[in-house]
């Protein structure tokens, strides 16, 4: 997308036929992995016997004994017509003569989870569904949607104003704003809603989609507390704790937005910070409240949340093992959360960070090594973090283009253990991509 974003514009390409799930896959040549769908079938396929997967494509038929249906959808469009779409499969998995009685489980990644309970509750699937699990939803929006927005994906000088164009387009995209009092106002001394951009011609634009968005969530809060008592869906959400997250937004007495990876004071649980895309609390849907019970903090990050094994425990329930469909707020042992971008621009100095996590965990020291990969010579940087018990940081130095993988190890987390973390670390030269975008815009 970034090389060719015009390839996703939906005023030149309005009508795409998604075609299967996204499988993980490498992206600028060799250099970026793109976690997809496929750890999780694989998972489905060796956890139940015989299971049958099928991927759905508008009007093709559904094999009658299919147990496993993969739902792709066109995810720059409104969450509202990929619900439109969702109900279709059922309808053409079950057949005609589907009854009210509870029948699917669901399990929804990302925007996906969105979907789903537009699906359930507007569009009353609720009927037909008992259970839904969201593995990083961003069921109250999440702040970086407005970096997105505001300024497009990447950071630095990867920031691409024609990749942000097309992105202005995309409703589904006004549809991940927060849905809460996520900005700080400098001028009133106060949080407040998303109300307002910096004075641009683009403003009007945001208004009239943004209020679209909200309307979408609007009618999803309505329609599940229009479900009869006692018929709603389980709904168990996965959320990644811990990770540096885009959480709080301020607005300036300029007018200008700035989008920061810190937990805004005013909305409680401050340190849970996120899975690196979705702050904690905005995984977890209105119609939960403080049911925490159900909540299910996890230690992965949100691409990595497609392959968590802890689905498959509560699968297993569904299929009559007895196994707990309950969780806590937070894994049990310690992990590290981490502050890193994906992808980064060559020759300037980057900053990285680690968050000993839970709270109560502590580390003597952590150490970060910095190896190009494939990994076939010595390390390129190692180095001690600064920092003290839980909160640590780095500076990398200025790399030269290429894919390299850093990896933490935080000692004396629990006696003499240690615990580990590493996460891969793109390295793009800005003007190259620049100019590769320019070429087709």
């Known amino acids: 997308m970034v090389i060719s974003p015009t390839g996703l514009d939906l005023e030149r390409f309005p009508e795409l036929e998604p075609s299967a799930l996204v499988r993980t896959f490498s992206a600028f040549g060799p250099l970026l992995t793109i976690i997809g769908y496929d750890r999780l079938s694989e998972r489905l396929t060796k956890s139940f016997k015989d299971v049958v997967l099928h991927t759905y494509r ?3 038929a559904v094999p009658e004994d299919v147990d496993v249906l993969l739902f792709p959808y066109d995810f720059r469009r409104s969450v509202a017509d990929a619900a439109e779409r969702l109900a279709g499969a059922v309808r053409a998995t079950l057949g005609p003569e ?20 537009y699906w359930i509750g507007p569009l009353g699937g609720w009927s037909l569904c008992s259970a839904l699990l969201t593995l990083g939803t961003p069921h109250r929006g999440a702040p970086k949607a407005v970096d997105w927005l505001v300024r497009g994906p990447g950071i630095g000088p990867l920031r691409h104003p024609g990749l942000r164009k097309v992105l202005r387009r995309w409703p589904s995209l006004y549809e991940l704003l927060p849905q809460y009092p996520a900005v700080w106002d400098e001028n009133a001394g106060r949080e407040t809603e998303l109300t307002r951009l910096q004075p641009s011609a683009y403003a009007a634009q945001f208004a009239t ?8 969530h609007d009618d999803i809060a309505t329609a599940w507390g229009d479900i009869p008592a006692g018929r709603a869906p389980d709904v168990i959400p996965y959320f990644g704790r811990g990770h540096a997250t885009p959480n709080l937004i301020t607005l300036r007495p300029s007018g200008r937005l700035t989008v920061v990876k810190e937990d805004p004071a005013w909305r409680g649980n401050v340190g849970w ?17 403080e049911q925490r019970a159900v909540w299910r903090g996890m230690r992965e990050r949100h691409g990595p949340l497609t392959g968590t094994p802890s689905v498959i425990e ?3 329930t569904y299929s009559g093992e007895p196994m707990p469909t309950r969780g806590g707020e937070a894994p049990e042992t310690p992990w590290l959360g981490l502050d890193v ?16 996590q839970p709270e109560a965990a502590l580390a003597a020291g952590v150490q970060i090594t910095l190896c ?16 003290s018990e839980r909160t640590w940081r780095a500076t990398l130095p200025a790399l030269l283009p290429g894919r390299y993988r850093i990896e933490f ?4 987390v629990r006696g003499p253990e240690s615990i580990f973390a590493d996460v891969d670390l793109v390295v793009l030269d800005p003007t190259r991509e620049a100019e590769a975008a320019e070429e087709v815009l």
């Open 372 to 387: 190009a990969v494939p990994v076939t010579a010595p390390p390129v940087f190692t180095t001690v973090m600064t920092g």
């Open 98 to 117: 589907a009854s009210s009685r509870r029948r699917v489980i669901v399990v929804a990644h990302s925007m996906g989870g969105l979907v789903a309970r």
């Open 314 to 316: 509560v699968l297993r």
């Open 341 to 356: 971008e994906d992808v980064v621009p060559a020759g300037i100095e980057v900053a990285v960070g680690v968050t000993i």
């Open 58 to 60: 508008s009007g093709e």
């Open 409 to 412: 190890e935080a000692r004396q």
């Open 209 to 216: 989609m943004a209020a679209a968005g909200r309307q979408v």
């Open 273 to 289: 910070a996120g899975d690196g895309t979705v702050p904690a609390l905005s995984a977890i849907p209105r119609e939960l409240g």
